[in-house]
């Protein structure tokens, strides 16, 4: 270890160092642009993390205060009377099911979806439009603020200034179609018209490789989730938390199958990669971090945008035939009288909690049965390069695998982080307990790394850059499609004043009997033996007009409302956008002059320079 080893080692692994800077010019010195540049992002993200958390407090803090008011927007007593207790109206009514297998989604009381209700009125308050809005901002802030900070980094360590076009060595050159280059008189190996639109035919046939595995995975996964969630209600006698019980254990089973196809892939990558046959090492690490992280992404993401967007969108009415026979019976499945917040709710909890506090804890376990501690305590007589040799390698699918976190967890802090605002909490106190036992790894249980060069960290900009973006969208829906704040502003109008309680302004009671009529659902209704009632409750205000089931005037009101809003939102989201976008420059003015001079230098000293003496060697 040399000085600036022991420096890191005296002010940077200690605990202390938790409220302390990050000694990023040290770390480059010591451990390359690569390790600074991630130590340079978690320090950052944290600080950012660190607001995003007040939020999240502040928004559930007055959630639960408006959910304890009498005189709340949405009156409470009618769901009070409705699901929490077993009076007036809706005594002994029952829901209806809400999947086309009557076995797995039975008839229900009301009473046993409380717990429930009580959540989604928290998750669906009105402080929610705000956090939604706080988080769209964030995300966009966060991404403009780390490529001003990047690109000063980038400029200080000259990190901007290295060769891009160096061929790699594993590159399989046709030296049929080697030309030298007319500008330089340099050979070179160009591809031809055709090789290019195979390789761009070979990336298409990844991405729809990869769709196709997700799409039915999606669907088995609803199917699942219905499953699990009958049979713990089999075995929980209070329904209430039976069904939250059913929801974490399907999370669980969620999350331990995408670390595995997670960890398919990531072999996979390597062999997709290298039929690419790329030029350069910075394409080919480009290309592989663009199949990881989609990957990871895809597997981590899909239902969670099928629970958030997708589940309950095409529900009409118990026997629409129609969305009877859609793909997996996805027509049929909702969520009741509310959203799917409730589910999106338990299934983040649970990715959050094991990705960045369970898995990388167990991993951090492992390294260090073979680290440091272990050579220093057996092998003290041995030279120091031979206990260092013996050390873990910090490779590059250690670092793509470490920014591969990072790049999730900022995901799951902006995408639907609505559905539980307080994730931001875990994820930063797993960020700064890895963060400190990384600051250790690297220093005493690792060689150093020796990791190829590359512009910054582009390629994990862009990902990240595009998440931002994207959460734009995703907030904009979520705050439209999974809170009630466009139902609310219409119930305000047309039911409040007649009295009406929310639920019964938002369902339809249905005569049970009505099952038969069609053949198909008739077939399975009969196959059910549990319990039938004679009336059940579905969402959505209906009624019979001429032998079919149409919506009532204030349904369509009430959907064309929620486009009004979709539409108000997502302008207010991109003028909000572009204001960040135009505010936040690059550079700060001091880089920019800076930058200018040396330039200016460079075309006066260096370029004409060249230019009277050409045949001089520089």
Known sequence: MDQVGAILYTNWIGADALLKAQPLSLLQEYFGEKIAFYFAFCELFNRFLLLSCGAGIVMIYEAFKE??????????RGVENTF?????????SYMCPNCRDFNICPFTRVTDHCKEVTLGFMLESPYMINYYIFIMIWGIIFIFVWKRREHYLSWLWESDCG?????????????KTIKRSKVTGI?????????????IIKSLAVVFALLAVIFPMTLYWANLQFRIIHKVKAEIKDPNYAHFAGLAIFSLIYVFVNVVFEKIMEKLSYVIVSFENHKTQDSYEKSLIEKQFGSTFAFNFSYFIFLGFVKGRFYTFPYDIEMWNSIAGVGVMNCGVFTCVNEMCVLLIVNVLFKSIVFSGLSSLFRCRTDYNKTRTTNANVPCWEREYILNNISEQFYINQFKDLAIQFAMSVLFVGAFPLAPIIILIGNVLKMRYNSWYFLLGSRRPLLHDSLGIVNWRNIITAIAFASVISNVLMMVLNTRTAQAEFYEWFGYQYNTDWVSFHSTLFDVSDFTKNAIVAKAYKKYKGFKPKKCIFPGRKQMYKGKMTP???ESRSKNTVMQKLILFQHIA????SAIVFV????????????????RIKEQCYIRQIKKEPNQTI
């Open 67 to 76: 959910l304890n008011l009498k005189t709340a927007l949405y009156k409470r």
């Open 84 to 92: 929490c207790l077993n009076v007036g109206s809706y005594k002994n």
């Open 163 to 175: 060769s891009t076009s160096i061929l790699r060595p594993d590159h399989k050159a046709n030296f």
């Open 187 to 199: 050979l070179k190996n160009y591809d031809s018209v055709f090789t290019k639109i195979f390789n």
């Open 552 to 554: 009532l005037i204030y």
């Open 574 to 577: 991109i003028i909000l956008v």
């Open 584 to 599: 936040i420059n690059r550079d700060s003015k001091a880089v920019t002059e800076t930058v200018a001079i040396e330039k």
